[in-house]
């Protein structure tokens, strides 16, 4: 059974900073790529940052010069520094990752269960 659980969301004002992380455990045999998306209220899911095995990352352009996606494929945890926040990042974060579990050939969609990040104006 693989999961995906994050942490670090929560009540921050307008320009603060915090960091997300997402920790992927159970029978993995190995995690792709990995990213972040966010869904606020009324509003369809969208991707917000990227990044490969190999470390390659995109983000998307409201978020771009402020938060940097990076992943610790040691510890199989990926982050989400978000800095200068603003109140249009309020939303609920969630981590996705495509992983081979142990035994399989392919790599599956997983995603965790979401975080919420509320920034006051």
């Known amino acids: 059974q693989v999961q995906l659980v994050e942490s670090g969301g929560g009540l921050v004002q307008a320009g603060g900073s915090l960091r997300l992380s997402c920790v992927a455990s159970?029978?993995?045999?190995?995690?792709?790529?990995m990213g972040w998306y966010r869904q606020a209220p009324g509003k369809q899911r969208e991707l917000v940052a990227f990044?490969?095995?190999?470390?390659?990352?995109d983000y998307t352009d409201s978020v771009k010069g402020r938060f940097t996606i990076s992943r610790d494929n040691a510890k199989n945890t990926l982050y989400l520094q978000m800095n200068s926040l603003k109140p249009e990042d309020t939303a609920v974060y969630y981590c996705?990752?495509?992983?081979?579990?142990?035994?399989?050939?392919?790599?599956?969609?997983?995603w965790g269960k979401g975080t919420l990040v509320t920034v006051s104006a």
């Open positions: 159970g029978s993995i045999f190995s995690i792709n790529d």
């Open positions: 996705n990752a495509r992983i081979v579990p142990v035994g399989k050939f392919l790599g599956i969609d997983y």
């Open positions: 990044i490969t095995r190999g470390g390659s990352t």
